[in-house]
């Protein structure tokens, strides 16, 4: 077994053995049960060259795939300074006056976030961010911040890629420990589709900050300063991270027949948000609606009426969202929000190598590489290759969007969930109800969890072949979805202007609503009695300790926290399969090298599958390190 451990080790393989390697590596001398664990990813990738990954719906059998270059420059040792020490050297305060003051326009960079999210329906997996995380963050060290965690990706992570989030972002924290790192939490409802007990919430921020979150970009979905307001305070209280406050952007203040969302509606909003005590103002254009010209007098209007920094968001599905973030930057915005050329674009954020060009030779220029800009997003461009399954099949911007207006982060989820609904021929009709659906509910602010609502509701008219008429009509026979029932209920907040009272009626039948804060009506969690239980209860563990953060994954999504945490019995620890052999399996005779813990590494190769026998069942031929396993696995076609 140490001869083994040897053989394994990584610096041994890459011939890097110096005369000290047995003495530095006390791993060597750890003789736990790698075959065991090597044995789990084997069936893991049975499965998927049996059956497929149940996650991938079609599979292309004839598409080539480009590898991925991770972009190499002379090693730097050392990480130079970057935003996360000035933050540590000056504190939140300080720290946002310094930005304020700053001249040059600073970026946002959602390569590992939003972009992917809005592209990819939030697919990406951790092993490919890290290839290129460190280098990254050497050669970039004034990036104002990386978004890279929050929103969807959480969930996405337990649900589909069998991953656990907070070791995404406590590898991410230490391959960048210069920069800002950004999450997106979305005030009471957390990183989840409804509202939780405040002290999960406050519990949740406050790990998050310690794995390595720096900027938490707060919003409520229906701009709810009930919502919003409790989790300032959570990151002011338990954290010395910065607390970006967002509003959320919908309809055109320069259209005068629309006028609920005007002006002095915003205005009055990011002072709210302000008195509250966030540090930043954030702008959340989370449908790409702010047109350039409203921009700039969005942006001229809050610098004169607040004194916080202010960051924008966009998503550039009309594909103009470049000119809204000229005008923005005219008007004196602070940070803008961008993605990797490869991920970046329609649903996603504008263009960071573009930008960055765009404002060459400004006077708010900020001087950054565009040939190292530009291997990077070549990088990206090549890994979203492997993502194909998920990629939402738009093509070119549309100006439909001003009137479904739905979010560049719901756009490819919704079209999978209308896939897996049968409605892929239909997705234009969804879209247009969606925008219809909108109406109906009043007007109302989209976004995660609001636009869930109203996703859900156009595609069950859809399917069911409905029209807004039907529901006006005769919507005391018809059985609503349950998310538009809690909705209408008060589980999500309160939106702007109340809720249509007819509708209301109409969908509750005979519940009652309420306008307090949902949280109201949830009990606190005892977490020392709750978190002895919880380990109690998953006893098998992991391989490892269970920690308060697996808890707290489990109270945001208990089915989908057990879920992953049976695979994880089943199948270890999957996430450092590359990708391609993750989603679609391994040809006969391809190798592949899987660390299955830090500085182990082992060699598999798939070399035959049978023909499945008369009860179903195929066995599958692979190589570990040279020695032949064998899995029989299910066929399930
Ligand atoms: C999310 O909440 O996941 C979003 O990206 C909203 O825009
Ligand atoms: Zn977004």
């Given amino acids: 077994a140490f001869l083994r451990n040897i053989l394994e080790h990584s610096t041994f393989r890459n011939g890097e053995v110096t005369v000290n390697f047995i003495k530095n590596e006390p791993s060597l001398f750890e003789f736990k049960e790698p075959k065991n664990r090597a044995n789990k990813l084997i069936n893991f990738l049975g499965e998927v060259v049996v059956n497929g990954n149940p996650d991938v719906k079609k599979v292309d059998p004839k598409r080539k795939f480009s590898i991925p270059r991770v972009p190499k420059y ?103 420990p210069n920069v800002l790192l950004q ?88 002072k709210d948000v302000e008195n509250a005590g966030a540090h930043i103002l954030g702008v959340k254009d989370m449908a790409g609606l702010l047109k350039p010209q409203a921009a700039y007098e969005l942006i001229s209007a809050l610098k004169s009426e607040i004194n916080i920094p202010i960051h924008l968001h966009t998503h550039d599905t009309s594909s103009i969202q470049s000119a809204t973030y000229l005008k923005a930057i005219e008007a004196g915005v602070d940070v803008v929000d961008v993605a990797l050329g490869g ?32 291997e990077y997003s070549n990088y990206w461009e090549a890994v979203r290759g492997y993502y194909y399954p998920f990629e939402s099949g738009l093509k070119s911007g549309t100006g439909e969007v001003y009137e479904h207006e739905i979010p560049g982060g719901q756009y490819s989820n919704l079209k999978g969930q209308a896939i897996a609904l049968g409605l892929e021929d239909k997705f234009t009709e969804v879209t247009k109800m969606y925008g219809e659906v909108n109406q109906l509910f009043g007007d109302i602010i989209k976004v995660t969890p609001s636009s869930k609502v109203v996703g859900d509701m156009a595609q069950y008219m859809i399917s069911n072949n409905l029209t807004i008429q039907d529901v006006k009509e005769r919507g005391d026979t018809i059985s609503f979805p349950q998310s538009v029932i809690s909705f209408f209920k008060g589980d999500l907040g309160q939106p702007v202007g109340g809720f249509p009272e007819d509708i209301q009626k109409i969908i509750l039948k005979n519940e009652k609503p309420y306008t307090e804060r949902p949280n109201a009506h949830l009990e606190p969690i005892d977490f020392d009695k709750e978190f002895e239980k919880f380990k109690e209860e998953f006893t098998k563990g992991m391989g490892r300790e269970l920690e ?59 070399v035959h599958k049978t023909e499945p026998d008369e009860n179903g069942n195929v066995t599958v031929f692979f190589k570990i390190n040279g020695q032949m396993r064998v899995v029989s696995i299910k066929d399930n076609s």
């Avoid at 300074?81 to 504190?91: A, F, I, P, Q, Y």
């Avoid at 600073?106 to 329906?121: E, K, P």
């Avoid at 991920?343 to 954020?349: E, K, P």
């Avoid at 208990?558 to 399996?585: C, E, Q, R, S």
Wanted: aromatic share 12%.
């Fill in 548 to 606: 308060i953060t697996d808890f707290l994954s489990y109270k945001l999504y208990p089915k989908v926290f057990t879920d992953a945490y049976n695979n994880h019995l089943k199948y270890g620890n999957v996430m450092n399969i590359p990708t391609k052999n993750f989603f679609f399996g391994l040809e006969i005779g391809e190798e592949i090298m899987v660390d299955i813990e830090p500085g182990k590494r082992v060699l598999i190769s798939l």
């Fill in 343 to 374: 991920l970046s674009g329609l649903t996603s954020q504008p263009n960071f190598n573009s930008m960055v060009e765009m404002l060459r030779f400004n006077e708010r220029e900020n001087p950054l590489d565009m040939h190292k800009l530009a």
């Fill in 74 to 176: 002379p090693k730097l040792e050392a990480h130079p300074k970057g935003t996360k020490d000035l933050l540590t050297e000056l504190g939140p305060e300080k720290f946002a006056e310094w930005l304020k003051k700053e001249k040059k326009i600073h970026f946002t960079d959602t390569t590992m976030r939003d972009a992917h999210q809005s592209l990819l329906a939030t697919r990406m997996r951790t092993i490919d961010m890290m290839k290129v995380a460190e280098g990254y963050a050497k050669n970039f060290p004034d990036i104002f911040s990386m978004e890279v965690w929050g929103g969807a990706t959480f969930d996405v992570c337990l649900r589909f890629l069998q991953e656990n989030p907070w070791e995404r972002l406590a590898l991410l924290r230490k391959a960048m």
């Fill in 183 to 270: 999450m997106l939490i979305r005030g009471s409802n957390g990183v989840g589709y409804t509202a939780y007990p405040d002290n999960l919430i406050e519990k949740f921020v406050e790990k998050s900050w310690e794995t390595g979150v720096d900027v938490f970009r707060i919003f409520d979905s229906l701009n709810w300063m009930k919502s919003i307001e409790p989790c300032i305070q959570h990151v002011r209280n338990r954290t010395e991270g910065l607390a970006e406050a967002s509003i959320c952007y919908t309809g055109d203040i320069l259209n005068p027949n629309k006028t609920k969302y005007d002006l002095k509606y915003y205005i009055q909003l990011a």
